[in-house]
């Protein structure tokens, strides 16, 4: 965690990344646009820290994979703070993921491979109270919302969606119980839930429809 304690004023951006490596790549693109004071966090502790002390006006936040450990990152910094803009950078692109996002309390959803300028736009418009959608991912929802198909993954329910990326990367229904704390059976029917809604026979086809969704850690 940077040393925040000598700002003359409290940070603008706050990076809570996991990846020393991540948070100094933005910080320096960040610090060459000028402008900026930047904190940096690597887990959801050192944030609250941060902002109880110097609240900053936007976090950004890595999402990690899969993208539910963001979302219950989103969920946890929620839980101490209503006021701070929260910035999503995921490894998707996919509409789905944007709007989950939204729904548990972020306030922007971007691709990392956003250009260095397009986020320095992003940053400024959430720190002026408004919210960001990348241009890609807000056409993907205009036109999902006028469309009569119906997104089978959007209609899983949070516990559904997680369950699916875990099985997508893998994992074993033992695993995911172990993880989640849940029972091996309700992991288990879970399971059979998602296969249904998604209408597919088993873990294999999930994986794939996680691929083409571009889940990050799918196919690994």
Same mark, same amino acid.
């Given at each position: ?6 700002? +003359?004023?409290?940070?603008?951006? &706050?990076?809570?990344?996991? +990846? ?10 960040? *610090? +060459? ?21 110097? @609240?900053?006006?936007? !976090? ?28 999503? &950078? ?5 509409? !789905?993921?944007?709007?989950? *996002? ?27 109270? +408004? ?20 997104? @089978? ?26 993880? &989640?704390?849940?029972?091996? %059976? ?9 296969? %249904? ?18 889940? @990050?850690?799918?196919?690994?």
């Amino acid at each position: 965690m940077r040393d925040f304690t000598s700002m +003359q004023r409290n940070p603008d951006i &706050l990076l809570l990344d996991d +990846q020393t490596v991540v948070r100094a790549g933005i910080a320096r693109l960040l *610090a +060459q646009a000028g402008g900026f004071v930047i904190a940096e966090a690597g887990n959801v502790e050192e944030a609250r820290q941060i902002i109880q002390m110097r @609240p900053p006006k936007v !976090v950004v936040l890595g999402l990690a994979a899969p993208p539910s450990h963001g979302f219950e990152t989103v969920r946890k910094l929620r839980e101490f703070t209503q006021d701070v803009r929260i910035l999503i &950078l995921s490894d998707s692109e996919d509409d !789905v993921f944007a709007r989950r *996002a939204m729904k548990v309390g972020a306030n922007g959803f971007a691709s990392k491979r956003i250009a260095p300028e397009e986020l320095i736009g992003a940053l400024k418009l959430l720190m002026k109270g +408004q919210n960001y959608l990348s241009t890609d991912i807000a056409r993907r929802i205009a036109n999902s919302a006028i469309s009569d198909e119906v997104d @089978p993954v959007e209609a899983l329910s949070n516990r559904e969606f997680e369950i699916f990326e875990r099985l997508a990367r893998g994992q074993s229904v033992a695993e995911i119980a172990a993880d &989640l704390n849940l029972s091996s %059976k309700t992991v288990a029917n879970h399971r059979l839930a998602v296969l %249904k809604k998604l209408g597919v026979k088993n873990t294999v086809e999930l994986a794939h429809i996680s691929f083409r969704r571009g889940l @990050p850690g799918s196919g690994e």
